[in-house]
């Protein structure tokens, strides 16, 4: 439980929101469609009731490091993220607390000052490549989804996204996907699909995988209601 003083960055307490609050995580490989399966699950069930959590907003602040040898650091291995931080904040949420959850400037590889407010919901979505490969994040989710998507389908995704969105040059995401991002998907991401409980082909345009989510959801939160009545 939080300490009067508040975690480290400054969260606020633990409030006494009533109910059950779920956690749902959405892994799979870059590009795959993680965010999409998100945004569909928050639209159906409403974005008033979710909150939502970017592992990628939890990349360790590369600022003592000069720009040239921030770029070469392998950002797909799970050292690259700061879980004590992603776990306090998951917990608070889970407690009925508010966090102010890290800005992450992917141009520049630094954590910005600010931060973002995000309050506690019955709903909590957390969405990252190597959520499921931790198994302290495992422990806290009630569903585990991994979005199974092809390869060459992420790639061109990758691409575009990095290049139109983080500045980047054609060449210096190919590099990037052959040195680290290819390697770790197979030592890390791949193999963590055999945690989840749903898997997912081809992300958000699967209809029918992301109404069973949604249901499921439901009759969890529902289960809780008609607990406490």
């Known amino acids: 439980m939080p300490s009067n003083a508040g975690p480290r ?88 607390a508010e966090i102010r959850m890290p800005v992450y400037d992917f141009r520049r590889h630094l954590r910005l000052r600010k931060t973002v407010r995000v309050p506690s919901c019955p709903i909590t979505i957390l969405e990252g490549i190597l959520i499921l490969d931790d198994p302290l994040l495992r422990a806290l989710m009630d569903i585990k989804v991994y979005i199974d998507t092809d390869a060459d389908v992420r790639l061109m995704r990758r691409i575009r996204r990095d290049v139109s969105e983080r500045g980047r040059t054609l060449a210096s995401v190919l590099d990037q996907y052959e040195r680290s991002v290819r390697p770790m ?18 992300g958000g345009h699967n209809v029918v995988g992301i109404d069973l989510l949604v249901t499921k959801v439901r009759a969890i939160l529902a289960g809780e209601r008609e607990g406490q009545a």
Do not use: C
């Not at 197979?186 to 997912?200: C, E, G, T, W």
């Open 185 to 202: 998907h197979l030592q890390f991401v791949a193999p963590s699909k055999r945690y989840a409980d749903v898997i997912i082909p081809e």
């Open 9 to 96: 960055d400054g969260t606020a307490p633990a409030s006494a929101l009533p109910g059950r609050r779920v956690l749902l995580g959405v892994a799979g490989g870059s590009a795959s469609g993680k965010t999409m399966v998100a945004e569909r699950i928050r639209t159906e069930l409403g974005t008033q009731r979710i909150a939502f959590i970017k592992q990628d907003s939890y990349y360790r602040d590369l600022r003592p490091m000069r720009l040239a040898e921030r770029r070469r650091q392998n950002f797909d291995h799970p050292d690259a993220f700061d879980r004590d931080l992603l776990l306090e904040h998951l917990r608070l949420l889970l407690e009925g």
